[in-house]
């Protein structure tokens, strides 16, 4: 069984509006068809109480809800202490790769849950992804697939 972390660009596109927007609405209906396992990290979801547009959050939080296991942040660390891993360090340094924080924590937790991430972002995550799978080879995590849906 496939597992995946969908990052909030996809369902933003999908959801409300955006370039990508057919693409996304094409990947998720897809994605509801197959036998595949979506994780969410419960500080993916912390960023859109945030968010101005209410109806849009609405709608993200309820196929969060509905779609995926929520991974707790006492899980997630929990997870990291098991095996040993200082993702504080892994993070810093995964960060000098990709410039975002919030975006290479994701990669971390699906390098320890062995998920793969489908994002449109290419400008932290995608064009990333070889040296952020360097740092954690160091580490010892296991490499993460980035990609766009298809």
Same mark, same amino acid.
């Given at each position: ?76 660390? &929990? $997870?990291? #202490? ?8 892994? @993070?810093?340094? *995964? +960060?000098? !790769?990709? &410039? $975002?924080? #919030? ?8 390098? @320890?849950?062995? *998920? +793969?991430? !489908? ?16 740092? *954690? ?14």
């Amino acid at each position: 069984m496939k597992k995946l972390l969908i990052d909030l660009d996809i369902l933003t596109n999908a959801l409300w509006k955006g370039e990508n927007s057919e693409k996304a609405k094409a990947f998720l209906d897809k994605v509801a068809k197959e036998d595949v396992e979506i994780l969410t990290p419960s500080a993916l979801i912390d960023l859109i109480f945030d968010w101005e547009n209410r109806k849009l959050a609405k709608s993200i939080l309820s196929f969060y809800s509905d779609n995926s296991d929520i991974l707790s942040q006492k899980t997630i660390l &929990g $997870k990291f #202490e098991r095996l040993g891993i200082d993702y504080k360090k892994v @993070i810093e340094e *995964l +960060a000098e !790769v990709s &410039g $975002k924080e #919030e975006d290479v924590f994701l990669v971390l937790v699906a390098s @320890i849950f062995d *998920l +793969a991430i !489908v994002t449109f972002n290419k400008k932290h995550l995608i064009s990333k992804r070889e040296k952020m799978n360097a740092v *954690l080879r160091h580490y010892n995590p296991n490499e993460v697939e980035i990609n766009e849906p298809t």
